[in-house]
């Protein structure tokens, strides 16, 4: 079984951003890369020293949020103190990898992984960061960087590196530490003065004044003028203090890894006012398209019951809020039709209504372009002659696209409960209509054949050219409406949703169930991956030659992972979404 192994360092050796014995130094490429390398420790540092019961978890609040500098449109945020629940949490996650699994040394081992994760960096975890790095690093992007980055797309000669628009900010618990390793990673002759109610320390570097200073145990990093900006909030950011933000860390479980947030319409109006009108769209396409995204955007990382869980959360917009009719959170329906065997769905309810609402949506959208409406009225002349989009599709009940693996055998396809079946009958009616009139120049044969409690229609797709003398074969497709239930796919996939009884269908089975209630259960929209038996799928597809190594160095890294499952809840004055990774 795998292991991490100490890092080892020759004495005197060089180290990117630090010293040799003979006193050779390379300096970093500027603020970025150390900002980034702020930002990777606290992804990772959030791991270290999980298993030791005896420590006391990080406060629930942030110490870090209440400097975000006024014009901050993105926000990042690591909690790699793990507050509240979250060290016991994620150690139980950890556990599960091979390694780890001895909670007595736990902390030792996390130690070398992030020594040897951050080794291209330069950076040592247990010589450099350890000492200071407090647990929180929040990353604050402002609408200067989006003003730079227009400007440099206008001109692009005259682009030189960002002197504003970002900062890090992190919590320490070793001022003098941290400042002494901000300092040395700088290089240059560094100047200190008086600044609000502290000091600022700034070094010219590459074009661009660098700067940092501490208040309390918060660090500040970034060019000057962010980290001034930064500085005159006095740890009581507007932004942290508006209602979008507040509305946004409402959403937020007590206690949690990570948090983003997004000025969603300073961002759209950004990239608009960046790639300038686009020739032909009209402003009244463009307002509209504004209009439909929400105000901010807002996510959250946390570890619960054996999942690392992400949580996505947005306000509902007035488009959405007038979607008919308005969508309800239920329970998938024909979740209980698929096989067993099903690894990988992908679920909408009432997917008839849904679609159809969205080619309405569509429709809206292209009608406020006089040349685009010609086009759109074209497409719905020929929609029309087969009864439009409603009698095509809108007896769709709950559908879902899903993959299967019998065995050495994968296959899949659609299935959808039938709330109208005559009209599910109707549409495969065109169906093999419009197969025997096209399919017979194109070698396509259809046929039909007894199944189950009627018939099911078998197409045969001509093997693939150019493939060698056989050509590829092309797997027979099959379709079929049966009562309330609606198939196309594969043929061992169609007659498998038939054969399926809803006491055995996926459904039922504990894995669905346990990842599925994990993302919140009930929902309009919802997907399921079976990690374990994709895996399990493709290991038996991996040339022999490959088994030995993959079993000793990757396999044992890859059991652990179990599942992933995602819902959408119906929209309310927010929508939210949940992902959940389950592991074993």
């Known amino acids: 079984m795998a292991e991490f192994t100490p890092i080892q360092v020759e004495p005197g050796s060089p180290r990117q951003g630090g010293s040799t014995a003979g006193g050779g130094r390379v300096r970093p490429a500027g603020l970025v890369r150390w900002g980034a390398a702020l930002v990777v420790v606290a992804l990772v540092v959030g791991a270290a020293s999980v298993g030791a019961v005896l420590l006391t978890s990080g406060a629930t609040t942030s110490a870090v949020e209440g400097w975000i500098p006024a014009g901050t449109v993105a926000y990042l945020e690591a909690r790699a103190d793990l507050p509240g629940d979250q060290r016991e949490n994620v150690g139980n996650i950890i556990a599960t990898f091979p390694g780890f699994k001895d909670q007595a040394s736990l902390d030792s081992k996390i130690d070398q992984a992030l020594d040897e994760a951050l080794q291209k960096t330069g950076i040592s975890w247990t010589s450099d960061l350890e000492p200071w790095v407090g647990g929180e690093v929040g990353v604050a992007l402002t609408s200067d960087l989006l003003d730079i980055a227009a400007a440099d797309r206008k001109d692009p000669a005259a682009a030189t590196a960002p ?45 661009m004044t660098l700067a940092w200073a501490t208040r309390g145990t918060v660090l500040l990093l970034g060019p000057e003028v962010t980290v001034k900006a930064a500085l005159d909030t006095q740890g009581a950011s507007p932004v942290a203090a508006s209602s979008a933000f507040v509305a946004a860390k409402a959403a937020a479980p007590g206690a949690y890894l990570g948090f983003g947030y997004l000025d969603t319409a300073t961002l759209l109006q950004a990239v608009v006012s960046m790639a300038g009108s686009p020739a032909g769209v009209p402003a009244a396409c463009l307002d509209s398209a504004m209009a439909a995204a929400p105000g901010w955007s807002a996510g959250f990382a946390h570890a619960a019951g054996g999942a690392l869980v992400i949580d996505r959360v947005a306000p509902a917009t007035a488009a959405g809020a007038g979607s008919s009719p308005a969508p309800t959170d239920t329970a998938s329906a024909i979740a209980a039709h698929l096989p067993a065997t099903t690894l990988v769905a992908i679920e909408s309810r009432q997917a008839g209504p849904a679609l159809v609402a969205l080619w309405s949506g569509i429709e809206a959208g292209i009608a406020c372009d006089p040349a685009g409406k010609a086009a759109l009225d074209k497409v719905n002349t ?117 054969d399926t009884p809803a006491s055995a269908g996926l459904a039922s089975q504990a894995g669905y169930q346990d990842a599925i209630n994990a993302a919140g259960g009930a929902g309009i929209m919802d997907a399921y991956v079976n990690i374990t038996g994709v895996r399990e799928g493709l290991e038996a597809l991996m040339p022999a030659a490959d088994q030995a190594s993959y079993t000793t160095d990757v396999q044992p890294f890859l059991e652990p992972f179990d599942a992933f499952a995602a819902v959408e809840k119906a929209p309310a004055a927010t929508r939210t979404s949940r992902f959940v990774l389950v592991f074993k």
Not at 169 to 190: I, Y
């Open 163 to 207: 002197d504003r628009g970002f900062v890090v900010l992190a919590s320490v618990k070793d001022v003098a530490a941290a400042t002494a390793w901000v300092a040395k990673e700088a290089g240059g002759t560094a100047s200190t003065a008086t600044y609000g109610d502290g000091t600022i320390t700034t070094v010219d570097h590459d074009g």
């Open 382 to 498: 020929a929609l029309a002659a087969i009864g439009g989009v409603g009698s095509l599709a809108g007896w769709a009940g709950d559908a879902a696209l899903a993959v299967t693996r019998d065995g050495t055998a994968w296959g899949g396809g659609l299935a959808a409960i039938a709330t109208d079946p005559a009209a599910a009958t109707r549409t495969l009616d065109q169906l093999r209509a419009v197969l025997a009139l096209a399919g017979g120049g194109a070698g396509i044969s259809v046929t039909q054949q007894p199944y189950a409690a009627g018939t099911i229609t078998l197409v045969a797709l001509p093997a693939l050219p150019g493939m060698g003398d056989t050509g590829a074969v092309i797997p027979p497709l099959a379709v079929a409406a049966q009562g309330s239930l609606f198939a196309l796919g594969t043929v061992d996939f169609v007659k498998a949703v038939l």
